[in-house]
């Protein structure tokens, strides 16, 4: 009890004096700068009640040095110091010290001020998507890009809608191609979608992005709305072209089912819509049974099967016949094939992850 009062004063009176007190002389030093170090520091603060401790892989354990330093500190005081350096962390899935935020957003700082980054680099402290670095993040959406012209059909005049749109990896290669058309991004997590309306609608102003405060366990553990709610803020046959790329990997079954007839409401007759998953079937069960796969997801839940309990988002299959009986539910006609892809140790695929692209019947 006694413990738990003074991390909560201690935490009190980091977010409030000591906070404000040590970035005083930040902020006066440096403008831009400063002003996103307070920003990270306030998204800490409203993010530490909602934080998962959703560990990836290469994060398990403490460094050497860490441990050096834990041992310093009494037991008895571990607790709260380990509560208070984890109200620090800034975004879910991350374990990140305040050290690392100040480094990250110092680089992202100084690298845009001397012109050494490119701006449509999103800086690290946003949810890192893709393996790592920037230039895997740019291959990967060449990649789909060229999915989404060759297998998807799409055209440079054409209304696109990328739901789960990120940091923007799919929307990079787009803003070559779309010259005539335009594209909408939504997403659940707001500082992606503000980094990414800061970054790129003002240089290419048909490119739009949209933030829905939509509750799901990994990105947005604090979310007001339920994804098996919500309509898409657009109207309904508005697109041509409609993708969500490791997007229905993160979600559950009510949510994902209220999506996909979304993604027919929006979508116009004869468009098109690419999405991908991660697909059971005989041969991919095998090949998980084999421990082949990336995954094993060994927990059955209610009409899916997940990665990880705690926090089932975190990874999540359906069966091939449940999504083609859902896309049978909901008019939406698959172009075959299935692409199916790699995650299972399959050694010929076309992508990591299995692909459908439908059209909507005239
Ligand atoms: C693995 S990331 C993929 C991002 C992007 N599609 C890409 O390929 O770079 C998954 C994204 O889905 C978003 N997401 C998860 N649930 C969502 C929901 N219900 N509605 C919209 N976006 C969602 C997350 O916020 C995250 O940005």
Same mark, same amino acid.
């Given at each position: 009890?006694?413990?738990? =009062? ?42 530490? %009640? ?7 892989? /290469? ?8 441990? #050096? ?23 879910? +899935?991350?374990? *990140? /010290?305040?050290?690392?935020?100040? $480094? ?5 700082? *100084? ?9 449509? =680099?999103? &800086? ?5 998507? /893709? ?9 990967? /959406? ?6 989404f012209v060759n297998i998807g059909g799409l055209q440079p005049y ?5 739901? +789960? ?18 594209? !909408?991004? @939504?997403? @659940? ?12 609608? &003002? ?11 939509? $509750?799901?366990?990994?990105?947005? &553990? ?5 994804? #098996?709610?919500?309509?898409? &803020? ?27 007839? %979304? ?11 690419? *999405? ?31 990665? =990880?309990?705690?926090?089932? !988002? ?8 449940? *999504?083609?009986?859902? $896309?049978?539910? $909901? ?32």
């Open positions: 009890m006694f413990f738990n =009062n003074l991390a909560q004063l201690l935490q009190d009176f980091f977010f409030t004096k000591i906070r404000s007190a040590a970035l005083a002389p930040v902020a006066a030093a440096t403008t831009a700068g400063a002003a996103s170090i307070e920003k990270s520091f306030r998204n800490v603060g409203i993010r530490r %009640e909602g934080v998962q401790w959703c560990r990836f892989r /290469g994060q398990k354990g403490k460094s050497r040095m860490k441990q #050096s330093i834990v041992r310093l500190i009494p037991s008895k005081l571990r607790p709260p110091m380990r509560r208070l350096y984890q109200c620090l962390e800034y975004d879910i +899935g991350q374990r *990140i /010290g305040p050290m690392r935020i100040l $480094y990250q957003h110092l680089e992202y700082d *100084i690298g845009m001020r001397m012109g050494r980054r490119d701006a449509l =680099n999103p &800086p690290k402290w946003l949810h890192p998507i /893709g393996s790592s670095g920037f230039k895997n993040f740019k291959e990967v /959406g060449e990649e789909f890009f060229q999915y054409q209304r696109v809608l990328d739901v +789960g749109s990120g940091t923007g990896r799919m929307a990079l290669p787009l803003i070559k191609y779309l010259k005539d058309g335009s594209y !909408e991004g @939504i997403d @659940i997590v707001a500082p992606s979608i503000e980094w990414c309306q800061n970054t790129y609608t &003002p240089r290419y102003p048909n490119f739009h992005f949209h933030f829905s405060d939509i $509750y799901n366990k990994m990105y947005n &553990p604090t979310g007001k709305y339920k994804a #098996s709610e919500y309509s898409f &803020p657009f109207g309904t046959s508005s697109f041509d072209f409609v993708f969500l790329t490791s997007v229905f990997t993160h979600m559950l079954p009510q949510d994902l089912d209220n999506y996909l007839s %979304e993604v027919v409401r929006v979508l116009k007759r004869d468009g098109r819509c690419l *999405i991908t998953y991660f697909l059971l079937n005989p041969e991919s069960l095998e090949l998980i049974e084999a421990k082949l796969s990336s995954f094993t997801f060994r927990y059955d839940l209610t009409g899916c099967r997940v990665e =990880n309990a705690d926090v089932p !988002e975190a990874v999540v299959a359906y069966d091939d016949s449940t *999504i083609r009986s859902l $896309y049978q539910k $909901y008019d939406l006609k698959v172009l075959e094939p299935i692409y199916f892809g790699k995650w299972c140790g399959r050694k010929k695929g076309l992508s990591f992850q299995d692909m459908i692209v439908a059209t909507k019947p005239h």
